[in-house]
């Protein structure tokens, strides 16, 4: 009996390493892998993901082998005695930990250029449209006529982000309440909203098509319903589609408000012919 309670925990086991790597294996057959990338970086980031599931990946199954074979080979029917304890060996304590160290270094100077380009070298231009999170939506502003943030022609929205491709796009990050997590599956990016709290996030998006924005972080009893949805497109269709959205706005303000948004980009029309 005890034979066969040590060879069902030695296959067990066995079968850890050899199902979850099947189950890698076949994931992309069936679209459950990773979501389509349509970003310039994207490709740099999947790149340095696989290299370290690879590397762990490795290391995973030779530790299940190994524990594999323990199990098997030091059967308890298979003992010749008593067991005897050793303290160990020094060196190999010294190698295994030295390994992991010169593995995690490696990791960190490898991955110095992908993180640079997604979170140090902020193009030089000014935000696109600016992101913050609520409880439990994402609301967006975008520049009125004007071009610029903060003023009274904005453009207001909520849980619907057109942004045009083939251009630097700059997000100005912000949380209204709690802390949120701004994630775009689809260009590889994912940026903590932190209340009081601007944080520039920057991205190039390659292909047109309607893709998820979701939050990654817990930060509510509706968290699981904070979605929105971000519409890439041409720079043609992106300023027809903002242009309609001004004009819907528009026709909802009180007559003052609407008059000093025209007034400030007739002075802007009047300051560029200059």
Known sequence: MKRLSGLFWSILFLLVPVLGVATFAVAPAYD?????????????????????????GVVFIATEVVLFWFLWKYDESKGNGPV???HGSHTLEVVWTIIPAAVLLFISIYQMNTWADVKMR?????????VIGRQFEWRLRYPGRDGMLGTPDDLHLVNDLHLPIDEDILVQLKSMDVLHSFFLPNVRIKQDAV???KIPV??????????????????????YKMKGRVTFESREAFDRWLERKYAEQEATQPESTAAVAVGQSADKELLASR
């Open 202 to 223: 920057w991205f190039k998006a390659r292909e047109e098509g309607v893709f998820d924005i979701v939050c990654a972080e817990l930060c509510g009893w509706g968290h």
């Open 84 to 86: 005897k304890y050793v």
């Open 32 to 56: 459950i892998w990773l979501p389509k990338d349509v970003s310039e970086h994207g490709a740099a980031v999947d790149g340095l993901f696989y290299f370290i599931l690879g590397l762990t």
């Open 122 to 130: 902020r193009p030089d231009m000014a935000p696109t449209v600016e």
């Open 195 to 197: 209340p009081g709290m």
